[in-house]
């Protein structure tokens, strides 16, 4: 997905399965479009810019295995 002049993401979420690995990814963007990529099975997450018309810059996570 090729972002627009001025265009950010500003969401990504997805599922995942806690003792294997992500199944989908879905990202959000500041014009309200969307790439989706996997299967939507499993546990969901969720990351979000901490202020209001902020963009992600990094995301970043790790799982126990539990």
């Known amino acids: 997905m090729e972002l ?3 265009e950010a993401i500003v969401q990504v979420s997805g599922k995942y ?4 690995y992500i199944y989908e990814l879905t990202f959000r963007t500041s ?4 790439l989706n990529a996997g ?6 997450f969720n990351f979000d810019p901490q202020f209001d018309r902020a963009e992600l ?4 996570g790790r799982s126990s295995g539990c």
Do not use: C, K, T, Y
């Open 39 to 44: 299967q939507p099975l499993q546990v969901s």
């Open 57 to 60: 810059r990094m995301l970043s």
């Open 4 to 6: 627009f002049e001025g």
């Open 17 to 20: 399965n806690p003792v294997d």
């Open 31 to 34: 014009r309200g479009r969307s």
